[in-house]
């Protein structure tokens, strides 16, 4: 790779997301071509990387929208998390703090729900939400830093009865990595480099993902998962 990181003095791990996919999809291989397991992305980032490995393992793509919940004037404090099928999570050492505080989760959840509703209505062109009770879900993001985000997605999917959980990413700070070890059932961190700054470090591009690639990456998944004659509607 031509590219080189000014925080590492190394060349990046990954040309682009995509190319992260590949690289996870080699550390997921147990998993392929199972009928019980989904492959859910969280969006917009982890789609490109989620859909490699779909596609490498003959599984069903998805994605799993969250919503931060964040404190009115302080955006970056998490009051919790809202995700798909209606799953609401809350922070409570920092609910606990706040006056009015039910009032407040009211009003932000309502506000962050609109936004939620919107990405999956586009994304998934009318396609259902898929059942996951039972199954087992692979839960992909491009990378972890702090693991809020995903930390949020994988509380919510326990609420919804999930058999198994995997936590899956190609590149992790390595003290966040060994958090999720007693949080999911399955972590799989592909590469956690001792000096981590951040997740675009590891990429040559780390270009923003649009809502029309996200959409456009779920139609050819499930396109290439009939051809192969392993779509399901369940």
């Known amino acids: 790779m031509g590219v080189i ?32 397991v989904f492959v859910l992305a969280l969006p917009r980032g982890g789609v490109p990387v989620a859909y490699e490995v779909a596609i490498a393992l003959h ?24 995700a798909s099928g209606g799953v609401q999570v809350l922070n409570d050492d920092v609910v606990s703090q706040l006056p009015d505080a ?3 989760v009211a009003y932000v959840a309502n506000e962050e729900r609109k936004e939620l509703e919107r990405r999956e ?30 930390r949020a997605a994988s509380r919510a999917l326990k609420e919804q009865g999930v058999a198994h959980l995997v ?6 700070s390595p003290e966040t990595c060994d958090e999720f070890r007693g949080e999911v059932d399955h972590i799989v961190c592909a590469f956690t480099p001792a ?21 456009k990456l779920l139609g050819e998944a499930e396109i290439r998962l009939k051809n192969d004659g392993r779509y399901s509607a369940k």
């Open 5 to 36: 990181s000014a925080v590492t003095g190394r060349a990046p791990l990954f040309r682009d997301r995509r190319d992260a996919g590949r690289v996870l999809a080699g550390h997921l291989r147990e998993y392929a071509d199972r009928d019980d």
């Open 121 to 150: 209505l586009f994304y998934r062109d009318a396609r259902p939400r898929p059942d996951l009770r039972g199954k087992t879900v692979i839960l992909i993001d491009d990378g972890l830093a702090t693991g809020a985000t995903m």
């Open 167 to 172: 936590v899956a990413v190609p590149v992790a």
């Open 195 to 215: 000096s981590f700054a951040g997740v675009g470090q590891f990429y040559e591009d780390f270009s923003q993902t649009t809502d029309e690639e996200v959409r």
């Open 59 to 82: 599984l069903p793509l998805d994605v799993f929208v969250v919503r931060k919940l964040g404190v009115p004037g302080y955006p970056e404090l998490a009051m919790g998390a809202i």
């Open 102 to 104: 039910e009032q407040w």
